[in-house]
């Protein structure tokens, strides 16, 4: 088993390389996390970068560096990725993308960088070989990464292939499914690890697809997400070390034999049975103990404890957005009555709520304890956390 140092990339969502950079240190072996913006960058052996593939919850890809080199022009891009020998990490037949992020006075647009380095490496793999590999876009062998940045071009494998949100239990969504990663950074940031060891229960009355609720119960079990994929960025790369790779599967297996009996409490409701459906067999795939049920956010209470004295506990949602003008007003008045439910029934919990539009935020009602700016793809939302009334004694009188 190799114990060399590599450098890797770990990419994410803007707003959350906070979260990310979090999730690596935590992570053995892992050194010099930075953040950078939209990525956080480490050091580590192959076991470490496989490690963040099999754990990070929040990272979308995970870029081992191959090389890098001065330049901006296409000559210079064209010129130094031929210095790379590319026979050691893929086959003269194999199958590669490229990804390119970046732009200079010679390379004007990302296709034509990506365009150059696929040149770059098929000709110096013919020239060798005299066969060249060829470009599959949706399941290459190898997923190659470009950056250009001042003036200087950074080339990078993509160790996770498919991005990281794809954890492989998702078969069907509803119509406006919020990212695993980022749905997975927003409990984080919530607070949702310490919450639920310490009994807490979570809901999510507006639960869709049941994103949130999968995420919550994955980490309140110790479930690795990569554990329930197959295919990897790295299964056909040459410098692949199946033995560090069947180490982190192994340890990943024994944290969920470990934690499998603990009890949680993870609920969801939603008004349209067909998302509910989804939520159920997306449960399934994902062997995730989820209860949910229909249910208009008017009427949604906390869960029924067995204890006497429950643990306040986190309601964490994504309201519709609302994002056409004539559903807007029906977005604005599910915030009205996602306020009242706060005050009325959710006395002393915590809850987070990624709000689309401005209006929806403030239809709530609330003063927002925090208040932080995240994409959800191209939507720019605003994380809001209410800490709903801090009189841990419970609701006013004729609020229940
Ligand atoms: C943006 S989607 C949530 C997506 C979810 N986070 C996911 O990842 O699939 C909003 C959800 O709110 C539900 N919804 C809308 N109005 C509601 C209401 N009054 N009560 C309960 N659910 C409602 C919709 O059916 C939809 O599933």
Not at 171 to 197: D, V
Not at 266 to 281: N, S, W, Y
Request: with cysteine.
């Amino acid at each position: 088993m190799s114990s060399i140092t590599h450098q890797y990339v770990a990419t994410c969502t803007s707003g959350v390389e906070g979260v990310l950079a979090a999730e690596l240190r935590g992570l053995p072996e892992v050194s010099n996390v930075k953040e950078l913006r939209g990525a956080v960058a480490f050091n580590g052996p192959l076991r470490a970068g496989y490690r963040a593939c099999m754990w990070s919850r929040t990272a979308s890809r995970m870029l081992i560096e191959l090389g890098d080199f001065r330049g901006d022009s296409a000559d210079a891009l064209y010129d130094g990725i031929r210095q790379i020998d590319w026979l050691q990490h893929m086959a003269e037949d194999g199958t590669l993308a490229v990804d390119f992020v970046g732009t200079s006075d010679g390379i004007r647009n990302s296709h034509f960088g990506a365009m150059r380095t696929k040149d770059a490496i098929c000709d110096s793999i013919r020239e060798r070989m005299d066969i060249r590999p060829s470009v599959d876009l949706e399941r290459p062998d190898a997923r190659v990464h470009v950056h250009l940045r001042q003036g200087r071009f950074t080339v990078a494998l993509d160790l996770a292939g498919d991005p990281l949100h794809r954890r492989g239990y998702r078969r069907s969504a509803g119509p406006a499914p919020i990212k695993e990663s980022l749905a997975a950074a927003i409990l984080l940031l919530a607070e949702w690890p310490l919450a639920a060891e310490a009994g807490a229960p979570l809901v999510d009355p507006m639960c869709g697809s049941g994103t949130f609720l999968l995420e919550a119960a994955g980490i309140a079990l110790d479930r690795a997400p990569g554990l329930g994929r197959s295919r990897w960025g790295f299964s056909r790369w040459r410098q692949h070390d199946p033995e560090a790779w069947s180490d982190v599967v192994a340890e990943a297996q024994e944290r969920k034999h470990a934690a499998n009996d603990r009890e949680i409490g993870v609920f969801g409701a939603d008004i349209d049975p067909e998302a509910l459906r989804t939520t159920k067999v997306n449960a399934q795939r994902a062997e995730l103990p989820i209860v949910v049920r229909r249910q208009a956010v008017a009427d949604s209470a906390p869960p029924d404890s067995p204890l006497e004295s429950p643990p306040f506990g986190l309601l964490v949602t994504n309201p519709p957005y609302g994002d056409r003008l004539s559903s807007r007003g029906g977005a604005n008045q599910v915030g009205r009555e996602l306020g009242r439910t706060l005050t009325r029934r959710y006395w002393g919990w915590r809850a987070v709520v990624i709000a689309g539009n401005r209006g929806l935020a403030e239809s709530i009602g609330l003063e927002p304890v925090r208040s932080k700016p995240l994409w959800n793809g191209p939507i720019e939302c605003r994380l809001l956390q209410f800490d709903v009334g801090d009189n841990p004694s419970g609701p006013p009188q004729g609020r229940r």
